[in-house]
Structures are given as C-alpha cells and as structure tokens.
C-alpha cells in the first residue's frame, strides 16, 4: 500500500472502522439460533443444563481429560480451582499476567508470591520458582501466557519435590498441546476464559478441567455454592455456573474451532512474513510442531533500536484506528495493592518489567484480512522510518 502520512501527524487515520484487538469470532447465526430456541422451548435456562453438560463433553473429547467442569467465567474457574485445591498461605505465581490470575488468589486470603519470567517464552522461569519457596507455600500457579504452555516438566518436578498443589492459568491455552498432549491434562487442574475476546469464547465463561475424579466432584459442588444433592451442602461454595445462553454459543463456536485456528494461524504467517526483518520489532513466535490457537500476534518493541518507545507506537497506530493493546502492561506487582504491598517483589522480576514495558498485541481473528496486516504492518515501518518525527509523542 502506499502510506503518504500518518494520522498522528495530521494524515488520514489508515482504518475508517476501529480494528480490535479481541474482536470475537463468532460462528454461524443459524446454529446459535437453533441452540436459543431449544433453550427457550425448555425452559431450562441455566443450572447445569443440557447445553452446558454437552459442550463440557464436547470440550472433555477435544482436550482428552476426564472432567470439564463448564464456569460463568475464568477467574470464577480459578477461584473455585483455588478453593477446592486447597491453597492457603503462600501461592507463586507470576506478576506478568492478566489481573484476574493474582486477583483470584488475594480474594482468597492467599499472598502471591511473584517470580520472574524467562525472557523468551513469557512464562515462569522454574529456576525462580525453587528461590522463593517457604513452609507457607502451598502451590503453584503457573500461566501458559499467550497459549504457549509453561516449563510443565520442570514445574511438575519442584511440585512433587516440595509437595505443592500446580495449577494452570490456561486462559489463553485452549486447543494447545505440550509434547503432543492437550493443555487441560496437566498439574492438579487447569483452568480456561472462554471470555468474548478469547479465539473461542461462550461470551462469558471458562472452565476447570482435571483427571482426578474426586477434586471434579469437589469443583461442581462448589461452582453450585456447596451442594451435593437436593438438600445437602458439603463444602462453601459460590455461583460459578455457566448458564445455557453461553452454553448455546460455545456450542456455536465449537463448529468453527477449525476455521478460526486456521484464519489465526494464516494471520500470524502473514505477520510474519511482512514484519520479517524489521529492526527492532520481533515478533513472537509460536511452535508450529505443536497445536497452537494462535490467538494472540504479540510485538517486542526495542527502543533502542526503533528510536520509537512501545507507548509511542501504540499511539501512532491508535491515530490509524488500529487499537494495539498492552497486554500485559502493568505487571500485577504494580498494580495495587500489590505494588504497596510486596514493594520487595520489584527486585527479582527484571525480565517482567522489561517485557511488559515492549509489549503490544496486535488485532486478529475472523475479522481480520490480510491486507489489513499489509497496512498495519507499513504503518509500524513508516513510524519507525519517522522515528525521529515523533520522538515528541507523549
Ligand atoms: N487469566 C488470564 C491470563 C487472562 O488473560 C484472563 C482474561 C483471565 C485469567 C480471566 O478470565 P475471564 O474471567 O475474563 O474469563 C480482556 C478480557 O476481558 C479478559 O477476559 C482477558 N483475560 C484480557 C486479556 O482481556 P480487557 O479489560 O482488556 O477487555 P476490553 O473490554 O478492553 O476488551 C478488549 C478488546 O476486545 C477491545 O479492543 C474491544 C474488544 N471487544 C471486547 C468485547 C468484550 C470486542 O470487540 N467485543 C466485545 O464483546 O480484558
């Protein structure tokens, strides 16, 4: 494309309509449709019903586990993983990840202990885990950030090692694999967004999903404030149920899982090949050995090369209408209250800081052609050409 000026720089914006990130896929109207007449004709709206208990089996096959158990979002997924786990005292988790990860743990009384990310794959650095572990710790909460899993061999070992509880934070990870084997299989239990900018949403949802059978019936009462049967509650419990509106369009989406993955996939490709060789911008990459989503098209911007900061570049594509996000910026530990906090945690999480201040995610998904990563691409090439221009940019 020819980009005579940028929009920052009085140009007109490259995008009449906003592109998003997070923009949901959705799948075909007629298939929601059916689901929502099915629902309404029953009557059955919500409280384990049909919908949901099928799109948890369909879920169980594609991922290989024994129990899914469907909720009203992720991070009641990972409160009640939290609560039925067992975790108290001290919990390590990384800081760069989304708010809901530490979140879930503090709402519980947990402190979160934060490690360090290793700077290649954005997940915790095992090395880190074993510095920070005390008689307080009780667990693991490790993130496969971006659908690209964690060191789980590794983690798995120091668990078993000290006798902590691993949990995932899988809300990117759904349809990835380890070493061949589906994320959903690993740790204690893992848990799933199926939240409306995932790759594969329920509009608000999640799930937690286990092979140990016992924690499974531990998750369902408690996602159903406690209750074993009809007049029988066992354990505290709270309101994470996935109702069947949500269940209607998970089942929706599930008939176009592959057609997402494929534009996702056929979206980073292009990507990289337009962002290929571009000083200073590196792209992350995902293993095409493996199953990935290839939900999230992530940038590293290094200043020093580009002469642009992250933030910089964030507004020359804003201007464009291009709405890049900061994911995940500002690592948990400075937001509050952990910043006020666990002031002490700053020290020995470099990697997270120096990653979270050059990250931006890029949009994809069903919504986005390849000529629109053509454009996006030139613009970032034309702003880092006219670096020097917009070194005033605030
Ligand atoms: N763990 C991790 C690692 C997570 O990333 C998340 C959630 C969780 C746990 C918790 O899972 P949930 O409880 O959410 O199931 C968004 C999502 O709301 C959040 O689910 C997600 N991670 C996080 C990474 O991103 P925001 O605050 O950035 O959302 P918002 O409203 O700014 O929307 C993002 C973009 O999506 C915008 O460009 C607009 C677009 N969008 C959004 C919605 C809702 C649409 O185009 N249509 C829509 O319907 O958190």
Known sequence: MSLKRLAILGGEPAFKEPLHVGRPNL???????????????RKWLT??????????????????????????NGTLGLEIAIRALGLQGEVIVPSYTFAATVHSLFWLGIKPVFVDVDPVTYNVDPKQVRRVITPETSGIMSVNVYGRPSDIERLSEIARDYNLKLLFDSAHAFHCSYRGKMIGNFGDAEVFSFHATKFFHTVEGGAVTTNDEQLAEKLRAMRDFGY?????????????????????????????LDEFVYVNHRNYRRYLKELDGLAGVTLMRYEETEKRNYGYIIIEVDPDVTGLTRDQLAKVLWAENILARKYFYPPCHLMEPYRTLLPQARSRLRETERISSRVLALPTGISIKEEDIETISSIIELAIRNADGLKNIR
């Open 47 to 72: 409280n384990n019903g049909p919908l949901v208990r099928e799109l948890e089996s369909r879920i169980a096959k594609i991922l290989g586990v024994k129990n899914v158990v469907a909720t009203v």
């Open 27 to 41: 799948g075909d109207r007629e298939v929601l449709f059916h689901y929502l007449n099915q629902v309404l004709e």
């Open 228 to 256: 074993v049967g009809l007049d029988q509650v066992e354990y505290v419990g709270t309101n994470a149920k996935m109702n069947e509106f949500s269940a209607a369009m998970g089942l929706t989406n599930l008939e176009r």
